[in-house]
C-alpha cells in the first residue's frame, strides 16, 4: 500500500473555526491531491500540487486553502468552517512520466463535521 | 472541462451474475487515462482498472474488463462472476493531459452502488 496518512481522521469543530487537515506522503510522489467526497456528487476536486510550493485550484476550491512547503506534506486549511463543508475529505497521490501507470493513490479519508 | 456521467446510481445483481457500470466522458483530448475505482464499505478507494486512450485493445483484470468506445466516448465496466466482495461504490474516472509539467487531474463520476446479493 502507498504511504499515505491523512490526520485527523475525524473531527467535530463549530461553525467559523479554523480547520487544518494535513497529507502526508513517504512515497516522494510529485503530485498531491485534496478531494471531498459527498453524496450524490461523488468525488470533487478541492486543489492540488504539483511540486513544492506549486499549487493550483480545483472545481470547489472556494473557501479552501492549501500549502506544501515539503514534498511529502500537503494542507488543507479551512479558514472559517461551514456547515458546507461537512464531508470526507480524502487526500491523493501520484506520479506521472515514464513508467508511471497514472494512477491515483488513496488515503483513508477524513471526516469532518461542521456544527 | 471534462465531464464523466454514471447514469446508474444503484444496482443489484446476484452472486456469481455478470454485471455492466456503464460510464461516459466528454473531452476534447485525445491522450488520456480512464480509470475505475472502487470504494467498499470501508470508504478505501481501490484502483479496479485503467485503460490507456490510445490502445485500442480493451484492459482486463481477472474478472473485471472494460468495453472502451473511444468515438462514442463510452467506457463500461463488466464484473463476471460476481462475488459478494464486490459489493461498493464504483467511480468512473477520467485524467487528461494539458501539459507536460502538471494538470493531470482526476475527474469523477457520482458512483454507481453495487450490492452483490447472496
Known amino acids: 500500500d502507498a504511504g499515505i496518512t491523512q490526520s485527523p481522521r475525524h473531527k467535530v469543530t463549530e461553525t467559523g473555526t479554523p480547520v487544518t487537515l494535513r497529507c502526508h506522503q513517504t512515497?516522494?510522489?510529485?503530485?498531491m491531491y485534496w478531494y471531498r467526497q459527498d453524496p450524490g456528487h461523488g468525488l470533487r476536486l478541492i486543489h492540488y500540487s504539483y511540486g513544492v510550493k506549486d499549487t493550483d485550484k480545483g472545481e470547489v476550491s472556494d473557501g479552501y486553502s492549501v500549502s506544501r512547503s515539503k514534498t511529502e506534506d500537503f494542507l488543507l486549511t479551512l479558514e472559517s468552517a461551514t456547515s458546507s463543508q461537512t464531508s470526507v475529505y480524502f487526500c491523493a497521490i501520484s506520479e506521472m512520466g515514464r513508467g508511471n501507470t497514472g494512477e491515483l493513490f488513496f488515503g483513508e479519508g477524513s471526516r469532518l463535521t461542521v456544527l | 472541462a471534462q465531464t464523466v456521467t454514471q447514469s446508474q446510481p444503484e444496482m443489484s445483481v446476484q452472486e456469481a451474475e455478470t454485471v455492466t457500470l456503464s460510464c461516459t466522458y466528454d473531452?476534447?483530448?485525445?491522450?488520456?487515462?480512464l480509470f475505475w475505482y472502487k470504494q467498499p464499505p470501508s470508504r478505501q478507494m481501490i484502483l479496479v482498472i485503467r485503460q490507456e486512450a490510445y490502445k485500442q485493445q480493451n484492459a482486463t483484470e481477472n474478472r473485471f474488463s472494460v468495453n472502451f468506445q473511444k468515438a462514442a466516448k463510452s467506457f463500461s465496466l463488466k464484473i463476471s462472476d460476481s462475488q459478494l466482495g464486490d459489493t461498493a461504490m464504483y467511480f468512473c474516472?477520467?485524467?487528461?493531459?494539458?501539459?507536460?509539467?502538471?494538470?493531470?487531474?482526476?475527474?469523477f463520476g457520482t458512483g454507481t452502488r453495487l450490492t452483490i446479493i447472496p
Open positions: 474516472a477520467f485524467m487528461g493531459f494539458i501539459s507536460n509539467f502538471g494538470n493531470e487531474k482526476l475527474t
Open positions: 473531452t476534447s483530448e485525445s491522450n488520456y487515462y
Open positions: 512515497e516522494n510522489h510529485r503530485y
